[in-house]
């Protein structure tokens, strides 16, 4: 059974950078397509960003991208996503989810019941 635990989160001000990683133990993350979502106070959890298996293709939502970027390293089985020129808007709990390799669109990316595993969450709060 895969397992998920997020690091990196904590307090930053505006225009500030963070650097999360996602550490998989259990299965083969290669066979996996890694995102990260992120819930806001008082939100739904919402789609941040995605990396094929192979780390060829990504996505990213339209509020991050341009200031966000992820990226994996399969034999050290992370995920990690750097995180520029940070907002308040920006300041959620940010998960990693992983789900089986397959087709990866724009629109597929996003669909959190297309994944399997999930780790528990970090803050990550964005405040002057």
């Known amino acids: 059974q895969v397992q998920l635990a997020e690091s990196g989160g904590g307090l930053v001000q505006p225009g500030g950078s963070l650097r999360l990683s996602c550490a998989a133990s259990?299965?083969?993350?290669?066979?996996?397509?890694g995102a990260w979502f992120r819930q806001p106070p008082g939100k739904e959890r919402e789609f941040v960003s995605a990396?094929?298996?192979?780390?060829?293709?990504?996505y990213y939502a339209d509020s991050v991208k341009g200031r966000f970027a992820i990226s994996r390293d399969n034999a050290k089985k992370t995920v990690d996503l750097q995180m520029n020129s940070l907002k308040p808007e920006d300041t959620a709990i940010y998960y990693c989810a992983l789900r089986p390799r397959g087709m990866l669109t724009d629109v597929t990316a996003g669909v959190q019941g297309r994944y399997n595993y999930w780790g528990q969450g970090t803050q990550v709060t964005v405040s002057s």
């Open positions: 259990g299965g083969t993350f290669s066979m996996y397509t």
């Open positions: 990396i094929s298996w192979s780390g060829t293709t990504t």
